[in-house]
């Protein structure tokens, strides 16, 4: 049931059976006090905004799932940069895919383990035992994963905490090796 869920900072709750084969269009925004507690959830200084435009739609039985939920996010955050710790806008646009498929029950409504196939490259697969789901924790959670996890100015050098940076281009595959005996034979030329 829906109660006894947590509330989370962008709720927003669907009753999936309400969803039919032609598809129900909802656009979600997150308010002020929204976008506050989730800069607090994800440690950042600021999420200006989060708008998710989503598309429920009810599958054939010969789909793989119940219900799929297609999702338009667009979000404005402010981070801290890595290396100066000065805040950074970052601007993300994503899509994303879930697949809703419900728990199947036996006899006596025992619950009956779901093995479902997927390949990693395809949406991903939700099992739910319940009709109503929390689509707001779904836009929340892709958010959390859409965001850069080392934001880095563009000015940023590294020199400001006395490192370089170096490009992916100047990182060598071949790790560089030291023959022992080569290093030995250099300290008894010292001694």
């Not at 805040?87 to 006596?108: A, L, M, R």
């Amino acid at each position: 049931m829906v109660k006894d869920m947590i509330e989370n900072e962008f709720s927003r709750i669907i009753n999936l059976e309400l969803i039919t084969k032609a598809g129900t269009n909802i656009e979600y925004v997150a308010n002020d006090q929204e976008c506050e507690n989730l800069a607090k959830r994800f440690s950042i200084p600021k999420v200006v905004a989060v708008n998710a435009d989503c598309q429920f739609r009810k599958l054939s039985q010969k789909d793989v799932g119940d219900y799929r939920l297609s999702v338009h996010m667009k979000a404005e955050l402010i981070q801290r940069c890595v290396v100066t710790l000065d805040d950074i806008n970052e601007s993300i646009d994503e899509k994303f895919f879930i697949i809703f498929q419900n728990q199947t029950k036996g006899k006596n409504d025992a619950d009956v383990p779901v093995a479902i196939d997927f390949d990693a490259r395809e949406e991903d697969i939700e099992v739910i035992n319940d009709k109503e789901i929390d689509v707001g924790e779904y836009i929340a959670e892709y958010l959390s994963l859409s965001m850069n996890l080392y934001p880095r100015q563009a000015t940023a050098t590294g020199s400001e905490l006395g490192h370089k940076i170096i490009a992916e281009d100047e990182v060598s595959l071949e790790p560089e090796t030291k023959n022992p005996f080569n290093v030995l034979k250099d300290l008894k030329h010292k001694t």
